[in-house]
């Protein structure tokens, strides 16, 4: 099975930024690519990035291009999601999945983290 376990989530100011990772372990050649969704109450869940695990190709939401990067340490399975000038529409619980490429990655349900919650306050 795959493991994935995030962390790095928080609060902060319209504006700020934060870095969240997840780290990948176990059956990691079931996947080819990473990523993070989010979900807010009330909302639906929305893809907010991924990457390819070889040949770092990336996607991201619309709502989040230019201001959210994701990348990778192949040598330690770990994704990064480093958030730039957030605004309170960005908070949510960020979910780690993990799944295969298709023009984006389309995440396997049985491979996803915990979440690690992020507020943006105004």
């Known amino acids: 099975q795959v493991q994935l376990v995030e962390s790095g989530g928080g609060s902060v100011q319209a504006g700020g930024s934060l870095r969240i990772s997840c780290a990948a372990s176990g059956a990691t050649w079931l996947y080819n690519c990473m990523g993070w969704f989010r979900q807010a109450p009330g909302k639906e869940r929305e893809g907010v990035a991924g990457i390819r695990t070889r040949g770092d190709r990336t996607f991201y939401a619309d709502s989040v291009k230019g201001r959210f990067t994701i990348s990778q340490d192949n040598a330690k399975n770990v994704v990064y999601l480093q958030m730039n000038s957030l605004k309170p529409e960005d908070t949510a619980m960020y979910y780690c999945?993990?799944?295969?490429?298709?023009?984006?990655?389309?995440?396997?349900?049985?491979?996803r983290g915990q979440g690690t919650q992020v507020t943006v306050s105004s």
């Open positions: 999945a993990a799944g295969i490429w298709s023009g984006r990655c389309l995440y396997n349900d049985n491979y």
